[in-house]
């Protein structure tokens, strides 16, 4: 199951795509990680998911990524006499923490960390941004507003605050027990929602205690603004668009996208770009130019993964969602404008051993035209190296690790081959070689290069290179 381009395809799973035949469909249509969204699904019900997943996998023989994405904190508003009131531009409206039924004047907010973390001049947002009001006066249980976009405001609606730090975790009750289930299931990534600051990065990871990732789902104005501590915590990022459009004007997110997208390729982070990619396939079979144009655009700007989220969770059409994401990649990444902006975006790489292995593993590959990077790795650090260096020719890992084989499917280019682990140096250039040639990347007497940790298994201690031919008995180092 090679793929035939670089950037991979997440896929949502939901009531269109919730059977394992269905499931093997959109894998050999393209995906590469199936998410697994806890706002819609029970415990059980995940580990029914988990289970076809890993049927789907046992058949073909390739690793494939799980990822749980968390509900995170929703905040809402209380219940309105009759359902709704209509507020008018100048009205003014208050948010308090009385429980009795609201009105057109005011409303209960049944949140008190809202209360401690909004200031006068803040915007309140409801509904996703279809009424707007502006604090103009903030008490410890009174909110006072001025309505500056009016309109239906309905009881239960959510309630966006861009401008303020509310003081409570990113992890909810229910946030904590589907986490402990999704880790008990043994998926790959967990999907952080709702974050404003590192240290929400660092709870998630204390509970998960190395045995998922956490991909940060940036949604928030506060969590853009500390992206660099967040980067540095986080395994991976997600940009996701919806919440980021309802919190920020929206001609601010696509640059916000491709600052998330150069920020993940410096540091070596695996960036998701998700939201409205092919919107329209959820009712029709082709997308609109534009969406394509979207897509296109995340691939030229060198993302690691597309994510589809109700195209092929309750989509009419997810197998053809999935397979037209696959397509545009692999038409942008045969563009020959495409290498270009790839190689303009690569940063220079950081003053340690393994990544200066990595850009040379790179630059001789590219120099030499050689059929494929082979990387040997326990952990997957040395292919993310290698993935950040977006190299021309195909990246293979080479893993002892099932789990590191499903956790580098969401990273550019890798191709990863579970197999045991290497015996000495000599198993590890000759056996790469059997598994470039048996895999089709590449043909008998053309040249690999072999990057890999010495001594074997030691996590992130990348320091050994050497190019070999394959289908030969010799190898230069």
């Given at each position: 199951m090679r793929r035939l381009r670089r950037a991979k395809i997440v896929a949502t799973l939901g009531p269109a795509s919730s059977t394992t035949e269905m499931i093997g469909k959109l894998f050999a249509a393209g995906?590469?990680?199936?998410?697994?969204?806890?706002?819609h699904t029970s415990h059980d019900r995940m580990r029914e998911l988990v289970a076809m997943i890993r049927k789907v996998e046992q058949d073909t023989g390739r690793p494939i990524g799980i990822l749980v994405d968390l509900q995170g904190p929703k905040l809402r508003l209380g219940s309105i006499a009759g359902g709704a009131v209509t507020v008018k531009n100048g009205d003014i409206f208050v948010l308090d923490q009385d429980p009795a039924i609201g009105d057109a004047t005011r409303v209960y907010l049944p949140h008190p960390e809202i209360f401690a973390g909004v200031e006068t001049g803040h915007?309140?947002?409801?509904?996703?941004?279809?009424v707007r009001l502006?604090?103009?006066?903030?008490?410890?249980?009174r909110i006072t507003t001025r309505v500056v976009v009016g309109g239906k405001l309905s009881d239960r609606k959510g309630v966006s605050l861009p401008d303020s730090t509310i003081p409570f975790s990113a992890l909810t009750t229910k946030d904590t027990s589907d986490l402990e289930a999704a880790l008990e299931t043994g998926i790959d990534w967990i999907a952080l929602s709702f974050i404003q600051?590192?240290?929400?990065?660092?709870?998630?990871?204390?509970?998960?205690?190395?045995?998922?990732?956490i991909m940060a789902k940036i949604e928030k104005p506060q969590a853009v603004h500390r992206?660099?501590?967040?980067?540095?915590?986080?395994?991976?990022?997600?940009?996701?668009?919806?919440?980021?459009?309802?919190?920020?004007?929206?001609?601010?997110?696509?640059?916000?996208?491709?600052?998330?997208?150069?920020?993940?390729?410096?540091?070596?982070?695996?960036?998701?770009?998700?939201?409205?990619?092919?919107?329209?396939?959820?009712?029709?079979?082709?997308?609109?130019?534009?969406?394509?144009?979207d897509v296109a655009t995340a691939i030229y700007e060198g993302a690691d993964a597309v994510m589809l989220s109700a195209e092929s969770a309750a989509g009419q059409f997810p197998i053809e969602a999935v397979a037209t994401m696959n397509r545009i990649a692999e038409?942008?990444?045969?563009?020959?404008?495409?290498?270009?902006?790839?190689?303009?975006?690569?940063?220079?790489?950081?003053?340690?051993?393994?990544?200066?292995?990595?850009?040379?593993?790179?630059?001789?590959?590219d120099t030499l035209d050689l059929a494929a990077v082979m990387c040997w790795t326990s952990s997957g650090s040395t292919g993310l190296r290698i993935a950040?260096?977006?190299?021309?020719?195909?990246?293979?890992?080479?893993?002892?690790?099932?789990?590191?084989?499903?956790?580098?499917?969401?990273?550019?280019?890798?191709?990863?081959?579970?197999?045991?682990?290497?015996?000495?140096?000599?198993?590890?250039?000759?056996?790469?070689?059997?598994?470039?040639?048996?895999e089709g990347f590449a043909k008998a007497g053309q040249r690999v290069i072999v990057v890999a940790g010495v001594p074997l298994?030691?996590?992130?201690?990348?320091?050994?290179?050497?190019?070999?031919?394959?289908?030969?008995?010799?190898?230069?180092d």
């Open positions: 995906a590469d990680v199936f998410r697994i969204n806890m706002s915007t309140l947002l409801i509904d996703d941004g279809k502006i604090v103009t006066q903030a008490e410890p249980k600051r590192p240290e929400d990065i660092a709870e998630a990871k204390k509970l998960t205690r190395g045995r998922a990732l992206l660099d501590e967040i980067i540095e915590l986080a395994d991976a990022l997600m940009v996701a668009r919806g919440d980021l459009g309802v919190e920020m004007p929206l001609e601010k997110v696509p640059g916000v996208q491709k600052m998330m997208t150069r920020a993940g390729r410096a540091t070596g982070k695996p960036v998701v770009v998700a939201t409205q990619m092919l919107e329209s396939m959820i009712t029709s079979p082709v997308p609109t130019r534009a969406e394509v144009s038409e942008v990444e045969a563009d020959p404008l495409y290498r270009g902006i790839i190689d303009a975006q690569r940063a220079v790489p950081e003053a340690t051993g393994a990544d200066a292995i990595a850009d040379a593993a790179r630059h001789i590959a950040r260096e977006r190299p021309r020719p195909p990246v293979l890992t080479l893993t002892p690790n099932l789990s590191t084989g499903r956790r580098l499917a969401v990273v550019w280019g890798v191709h990863c081959v579970v197999t045991e682990d290497a015996h000495d140096q000599d198993d590890m250039v000759e056996r790469a070689c059997r598994i470039a040639f048996k298994g030691t996590p992130g201690a990348t320091n050994m290179l050497r190019i070999a031919y394959v289908g030969g008995d010799t190898a230069e």
